[in-house]
């Protein structure tokens, strides 16, 4: 069974700082991985998609990275803005023909200004 | 609509009592997803549906828990008999295609049922 682990569970950073959170799944054998944002009282935004065949994704100040062998992928925040605080969560897709994502359970951020 | 809506956004009950969650996906949107989201726990999956083929259920917790999608389009998750262990927050996703290929999920702001 898939298994998804997010740590640290909590991060609080000054404003400016880069900062890196770390997601890493069981199994390897993963279609894709996403990154999501969760702000208080809302729903999931995904941030950033990466493929299986694919190493790193970037949009704007985030970058992530996907090891698939070591079944492990980070999120790069650049710079971080006060706006950057809410959870993030990373989901890993099982294969092609599975609909399901299997979440961690979040990293919060807070950017203190 | 703009993205996925869910109503209420939040929902007290008495346990015991039945409760009914409504979504409505993107407009076109084939597939349809549940998930809940306890506290301090990741997000799990419920309910899949995928346009008029019989629904994946494989993630509802107990009988109590059901759903329908009426017209290929809003979606409602009822919990009868509710238990103080089925508070959580529950989302709801959609995505243009399921099963394979790229289909990226969208997800509503949530509903936030507390049993007390």
């Known amino acids: 069974k898939q298994e998804v682990t997010q740590i640290p569970a909590a991060l609080s950073v000054p404003e400016g700082e880069n900062l890196v959170l770390n997601c890493s799944f069981t199994d390897s054998a993963i279609y894709n991985l996403q990154w999501f944002r969760q702000d208080p009282g809302k729903g999931l935004t995904s941030l950033l998609l990466?493929?299986?065949?694919?190493r790193e994704q970037t949009s704007g100040r985030l970058n992530a990275s996907l090891d698939k062998s070591s079944g492990r992928s980070t999120l790069y925040i650049a710079a971080s803005q006060p706006g950057d605080s809410a959870t993030y969560l990373c989901?890993?897709?099982?294969?092609?023909?599975?609909?399901?994502?299997?979440f961690g359970k979040g990293t919060k951020l807070s950017v203190i200004p | 609509g703009a993205g996925v809506s869910q109503s209420p956004s939040n929902k007290v009950t008495e346990k015991g009592k039945d409760v009914e969650l409504r979504c409505d996906p993107i407009?076109?949107?084939?597939?349809l997803y549940w998930y809940r989201q306890s506290l301090g726990q990741g997000l799990e999956f419920l309910i899949y549906?995928?346009?008029?083929?019989?629904?994946?259920k494989s993630g509802l917790p107990s009988d109590r828990f059901s759903a329908e999608r009426t017209g290929g389009s809003v979606s409602t998750l009822t919990i009868q008999r509710t238990q103080q262990e089925d508070s959580a927050v529950y989302l709801c996703?959609?995505?243009?295609?399921?099963?394979?290929?790229?289909?990226?999920?969208?997800f509503g702001p949530g509903t936030r049922l507390t049993v007390l």
């Open positions: 407009s076109g949107h084939t597939a």
């Open positions: 996703a959609s995505s243009l295609v399921g099963g394979e290929g790229y289909n990226e999920q969208f």
């Open positions: 549906f995928q346009g008029n083929s019989a629904p994946d």
């Open positions: 989901a890993v897709r099982r294969w092609a023909g599975s609909y399901q994502l299997t």
């Open positions: 990466i493929q299986s065949s694919q």
